[in-house]
């Protein structure tokens, strides 16, 4: 909103207002758009009559002015783009910020074209400004200018610490910038300089000192450096040329990124080793082609490789290397692009021939040669003509895409300059939705001089050399041929040709227009036709086949011959193109009449001049057309043509003014069906009621409701689109049934009523203490009479202020317990919230006289009542599908309570918060789960169950005398840091769990929350607290087992460790997946009472979970968390090592377990392990000598035994503190051990194990 004008009127600013509704689309019309331009009318109303008021003063229109400036700053606070969060509007502002971009000629974005749009928003308003002055990202990008010292400086300090980029571009009309200081040069992450000649010198040793110098520090941020001169610089220069720059991983040890252009290339091979991007334009070398391969092959995280006019500058020559190379091939694991460009075709030969390209790489080649490429081979040498010679001998084993390749398409064109001769070979990739839609297209030219003989004749191999190039990509689906007629080969080749690509199905050939071309796609079709047998044709999934150029008599027999004799064989084409040039040969259609009997889909255009008919298949053009339905044809024409004919009768000689106004009145008729005529308008009346339903606004929301002027809008925008629409919503009862009765819209409530007629409604009602003196009143509410129509009520109240709280309650008392008024046969759905902070002292009625019966509510099913004295009827609960009881009070016994849930046979969901300890009487005093003396409650439809704030002792107490299924649902949590009883062990949906997620912590809440997946999965989420109070108390002395259960608290030092109470608690769940958390308390180190998971608790453990698949354990750095690690692992040893249940022995140092002895087997023999599916192990915590010991024992045996580890990982925590306290050496000899016996290993001190070596000592071992 930018007001430019300061004399714009009341009318303008309104418009300007306005204006911002048009940079939304039409479509999208919210609420907003509405009240937008009406407040600022009222308010200037308001103003103009207080103004007109007899008596007004200078000093009251003063005020009222003040006021509107007032208003208008209330006004744009209230702006929807004023209340966005602060991440947002960076976020949408950062779209609107340019990037710094090199322009044709090198030009860069000025900083002018930068600072624009963020100072076009810092104008908008004062929070726009802040946001974006607080925002360092903004600030960034720094293009020093001569002619704008203070703006970079003021980049600077806006930019604060953040990484910054500084672009440079000297030119000799701006041969000064303002260099920024060199204390800001460790915040610089990405660096482009460019300069060419004639410029000014400074500039340029800021640079030298910048990169080189060593009063300068280091650029420890630098990831990008980008550095560009021209030529002719190298050769006039002065001062400090290209060729002093020597580049060092010591001053740039975070690059990752190196582009260079006319600079000499760094002669620090250090510095390769890190880049994922190289990028060398013509950049000469001190070094030799082996020191520069060796240099290569430390860049083991090269991600992009480009080469330019860079190779041939070596001081070497790379027509003395061997075709094939004597030295081991350099692998890049992680290329993903090649470029290799102007270059001889023998160098770029030589040089891939040294590489190793991996096969989802893309690969771009090309040649410039001022030579013309001699017609023979070289011995040992294979080079491709198709390819311009640049393909190396050994490209099987150098150029993995080649195998890949999907699509080819091969240009063939003639030279007919004696110009450079340019080649080049693409293979480009292109993943589709689905990660099997991927293409590979494979492209590359053979484009020799025409006058040359020799090239001529070699030309005559290339259909040989495509088979020899691509013979080891099986899953060619598409050739595409340009201008093949130029270079004819024989039908043996064409016949090689398709033998090599059995999966064709689609062939595009194009041929020349001299006559050798039409030699050539002759021989393609009979070598089509030659290359398959009576027994089993070639290219079977052939479908589509497209011939464009000169096409003669000798090619239609061709086509004819193949497509005949394959179409006898019951392989039929879908699709044969045939689009001829004009030629001076006249072709009868007649030869292609047997071809086309066998393809049904046949697209046959003959475009010849003096062909005397134009056979065109009018149906293609309707196919080729993008998508035009009928509906778009007639919406164009219906109009015009009736403005035509309204035309004609009002031209006709004689009109009088009646037939005129006659011809007005059918113009509106016309124009009526025309509005009807739309799709969206014959659409059915129930598919519209069905999307108008689903523009129903939510009622509520985190218990406040929506207020009646938000559920009406959307209703009211519908019928005020057209007549139509408004009948329909008018006539739909269902879309008025839902009342929310309010006093001062007591008008709608009854207009709502009416038209819902006899459809069942919904209320909605809630009063709160806060809001205008009419809020706090309901309205009379619907008139009694209509109580039937009732299917769901909500009524929520809040009677916190005892003076008014008690009024409130009188209308749905008098609707749910008043004789007077009839019964309810229709509710289904009943929710009843009373919200008070202090009981309130009633005179009349209060939430303990509610008494809902089945006599008056016979058809309930859905009941929740929050601090609402709970039913007396037990009849009530019978047909329940949903009980909730939240803080409610009872005059139940516990006993009685438990007979009424015994009736709810069709109970689906369940939920009690706060409730069980009201009833009458004492859980504490009942009996447990092993002794009940009454029988359990079964639900069979049960599906969820939700019991939360209670005591430990009440939950279990409950839990005991009702039966859980399986397949049900579970959430239980406490409100005190106890812990459970016995009784949760008993549930069926412990017995199911496959995925457990467990966090033993010092919480003040222990939960267990058990769901199920769409997958079937049953996922169990426990929090484990540190206390050891059994009775409900919440007393407990802080030394218990971190456990939801607690069977013997006086065992094992007052408490059980996590992976001991986890084995009693599911031990006999076929748990798969198992997440342990373990984060105590900062005083937890100082507790030695706190207990720690020993050896036989992890050994017992991972034998009561066979089938145990994925481990994951994180724990606090620290001598407590590495001991469970260490522990973790022994355990694991233990388990699989020990032959009976026993319990291993003590070490005398630790006083901990240690793992029992492997027994004795037989010679060859292999010894079962615990937990033989477990293939993923991951660790979280710091790790000592100790830990990589036991994991070096216990992996190691697995693997012995034939159970090796798809993944390793033992966590990044606590690098810094390993290093310093523990020898790496010791930690890295461990690792070397079991990296044969795992897929992946990772850990602090190694990224990643190399997999191939582990594979080869897997087959060493595997031998031995």
């Keep these: 909103m930018l007001f430019k004008s300061r004399r714009a009127s009341d009318s303008q600013m309104t418009c300007a207002l306005s204006s911002e509704s048009t940079l939304v689309p039409t479509s999208v019309l919210t609420t907003s758009l509405y009240w937008r331009p009406s407040t600022p009318q009222a308010l200037r109303q308001q103003i103009a009559r207080r103004i007109a008021q007899p008596g007004a003063k200078e000093e009251v229109a003063k005020a009222i002015a003040n006021e509107r400036l007032e208003f208008k700053t209330l006004w744009n606070r209230s702006l929807p783009i004023n209340r966005l969060p602060y991440e947002l509007l960076v976020y949408i502002f950062t779209f609107l910020h340019p990037t710094v971009t090199v322009g044709p000629y090198g030009v860069l974005t000025s900083s002018r074209e930068i600072s624009q749009p963020t100072l076009e928003l810092m104008a908008t308003c004062r929070l726009w400004r802040d946001v974006i002055v607080d925002t360092p ?87 990008v450096l980008e550095l560009e001169t021209t030529h002719d610089e190298r050769a006039q220069t002065q001062g400090k040329t290209p060729n002093d720059v020597n580049l060092t991983r010591q001053r740039l040890p975070c690059l990752r990124s190196l582009t260079l252009t006319g600079i000499p290339a760094p002669r620090d091979a250090a510095l390769y080793a890190d880049l994922h991007t190289l990028s060398l334009t013509s950049c000469s070398h001190s070094l030799s082609i082996d020191q520069f391969l060796d240099a290569l092959a430390l860049c083991t995280r090269l991600k992009t490789l480009c080469l330019h006019e860079t190779l041939d500058r070596l001081s070497e020559d790379w027509k003395q290397r061997d075709p094939v190379p004597r030295r081991p091939l350099i692998h890049f694991p992680h290329l993903d692009s090649l470029e290799v460009s102007q270059h001889g075709s023998v160098c770029t030969s030589r040089f891939l021939s040294h590489i190793h390209v991996r096969a989802s790489a893309q690969l771009e080649i090309s040649t410039r040669d001022d030579t013309r490429v001699s017609g023979h081979r070289d011995a040992g040498a294979s080079i491709f003509f198709l390819a311009g010679g640049m393909v190396p001998p050994n490209h099987a084993a150098t150029l993995a895409p080649l195998a890949t390749v999907t699509n080819v398409e091969v240009d063939t064109r003639q030279d007919y300059y004696s110009g450079v001769y340019l080649a080049w070979l693409r293979v480009s990739r292109n993943t589709g939705a689905a990660a099997t839609d991927t293409t590979v297209t494979a492209s590359m030219s053979m484009n020799m001089a025409l006058a040359d003989p020799a090239c001529r004749a070699a030309r005559r191999g290339w259909v040989r050399e495509l088979v020899e190039l691509l013979g080891r990509a099986p899953g060619v689906t598409a050739l595409t041929l340009d201008n093949t007629g130029s270079h004819p080969d024989s039908v043996a080749d064409w016949a090689a040709v398709f033998r090599a690509f059995p999966r064709l199905e689609r062939l595009s050939v194009r041929s020349g227009g001299d006559p050798d071309g039409v030699v050539g796609m002759e021989h393609m079709f009979l070598g089509l036709h030659a290359a398959g047998s009576p027994a089993a044709l070639a290219c079977q999934h052939l479908r589509e086949v497209g011939v464009f150029g000169l096409v003669t008599t000798t090619v239609y027999e061709a086509i004819r011959t193949c497509i005949v004799y394959r179409g006898r064989q019951g392989v039929v084409l879908e699709e044969l193109d045939v689009d001829p040039t004009p030629c001076w040969v006249y072709v009868a259609p007649q030869d292609l009449q047997a071809a086309q009997s066998y393809s049904p889909l046949t697209v046959m255009l003959f475009r010849s001049r003096r062909s005397s008919k134009l056979a065109m ?40 003014e009646e037939v005129a106004k006659a011809i007005s009145n059918e113009r509106l008729q016309f124009k009526t069906l025309w509005n009807h005529s739309p799709p969206i308008n014959r659409l059915p009346y129930e598919l519209l009621v069905y999307i108008f339903t689903l523009l129903h606004p939510c009622i509520g929301c985190y218990g406040i409701l929506t207020s009646l002027r938000g559920i009406s809008q959307p209703n009211l925008d519908l019928m005020a689109t057209c007549r139509l629409w408004r009948d329909v919503i008018v006539d739909t009862p269902a879309l008025w049934s839902v009342i929310v009765p309010e006093h001062r819209n007591a008008k709608w409530t009854e207009l709502c009523l009416a038209r819902s007629r006899s459809a069942p409604i919904e209320v909605w009602a809630q009063v709160l203490p806060w809001g205008r003196p009419d809020h706090l009143r309901l309205a009379c509410g619907p008139p009694y009479p209509l109580v039937h129509r009732i299917r769901s009520l909500y009524f929520a109240v809040d009677i916190g202020l005892p003076d008014v709280g008690v009024s409130r309650l009188d209308w749905p008392f008098r609707l749910l317990f008043d004789t007077q008024v009839p019964v309810m046969p229709a509710l289904e759905k009943l929710d009843l919230a009373i919200i008070y902070n202090t009981r309130p002292r009633t005179r009349g009625r209060s939430p303990d006289d509610v008494d809902l019966s089945r006599q008056r509510l016979p058809c309930l099913r859905s009941l929740t009542l929050s601090g609402i004295f709970a039913t007396q009827d037990p009849a009530l609960y019978a047909d329940l599908r949903t009980l909730t009881l939240t803080t409610c009070s009872h005059s139940l016994s516990i006993n009685q309570f438990l007979d009424a849930l015994a009736l709810c046979t069709r109970l689906e969901t369940l939920c009690l918060h706060d409730t069980l300890e009201r ?92 769901s199920r997946t769409s997958e079937n999965v049953v996922t169990a989420r426990m929090n484990m607290n540190s206390d050891s109070d059994t009775t409900g108390t919440g007393t407990g002395t802080g030394n218990a087992a971190a456990s939801p259960i607690n069977r013997n608290p006086d065992r094992d030092g007052g408490g059980r460790s996590p992976v001991r109470a986890l084995v009693e608690v599911l031990g006999h769940a076929p748990v798969t997946e198992l997440a342990l958390t373990c984060y105590w308390p900062q005083w937890e180190p100082r507790c030695p009472q706190c207990p720690t998971s020993s050896v036989a608790d992890w050994a017992a453990l991972f034998r009561a979970f066979p089938r145990l698949d994925r481990l994951d354990v994180s724990c606090l750095a620290g001598s407590r968390g590495e001991l ?132 080869a000592g897997r087959q060493v071992r595997a031998g031995e």
């Excluded at 509906?631 to 109009?639: D, E, H």
């Excluded at 599906?943 to 239980?972: G, M, Y």
């Excluded at 840091?977 to 995925?995: G, H, I, S």
């Excluded at 925590?1213 to 690792?1231: F, I, N, Q, T």
């Design 1124 to 1255: 469970e690690i260490e522990h973790m692992f022994l355990g694991l040893h233990a388990a699989s090592t020990s032959v009976s249940d026993s319990e291993p022995a003590r070490s005398a140092e630790t006083g901990e377990s240690s793992p029992a002895p492997a027994p004795a087997l037989a010679l060859g023999a292999r010894a079962p392990v615990a937990c033989p599916h477990l293939r993923s192990v991951t660790v979280y915590a710091g790790g000592s000598t100790a830990v990589y010991e036991a994991v070096r024992t216990c992996i190691g045996y697995r693997g012995r035994q034939g159970v090796v580890l798809d993944l390793l990982d033992l966590g990044r925590k606590g690098r810094d503190y390993l290093r310093s306290r523990y020898s790496s050496a010791v930690c890295r000899a461990c690792m070397r051990d079991i990296k044969g016996y795992a897929g992946r290993v990772k850990d602090v001190f190694m990224d990643e194990v190399d997999w191939e070596a582990a594979e």
């Design 137 to 223: 990202a903004f600030w960034s990008a720094v293009v020093p200018e001569c002619w704008n010292t203070k703006w970079t400086e003021l980049c600077l300090s806006r930019s604060r610490s953040a990484p910054i980029e500084v672009w440079v571009r000297l030119r000799p009309d701006r041969p000064k910038f303002a260099c920024p200081p060199y204390p800001s040069v460790h915040c610089i992450r990405r660096l482009h300089f460019s300069f060419v000649a004639h410029t000014d010198d400074s500039g340029k040793g800021w640079l030298f000192q910048l990169l080189c110098g060593t009063q300068v520090p280091a650029m420890p941020a630098l990831e």
């Design 617 to 656: 298949d009018s149906e293609s053009t309707v196919e080729r057309m993008s998508i035009l339905t009928t509906s778009q044809y007639w919406r164009q024409s219906t109009p015009q043509a009736l403005r035509q004919q309204i035309a004609r009768r009002i031209a006709q000689p004689g009109a009088k």
């Design 919 to 1010: 009833l009458s009487g004492d859980w504490a005093q009942r009996d447990p789960g092993p002794v009940l003396r009454r029988p359990v409650i079964h639900f069979p439809r049960l599906n969820s169950l939700e019991i939360s704030k209670h005591s430990p002792i009440c939950t279990s107490r409950f839990l005991a005398h009702i039966h859980v299924q399986a397949s049900v649902q579970l959430e239980i949590s406490t409100r005190s840091r106890a812990v459970l009883d016995d009784n949760v062990t008993t549930l069926a949906p412990l017995a199911t769990v496959n995925d457990l997620w467990v966090k033993a912590s010092g919480a003040d809440v222990a939960s267990l929350q058990i």
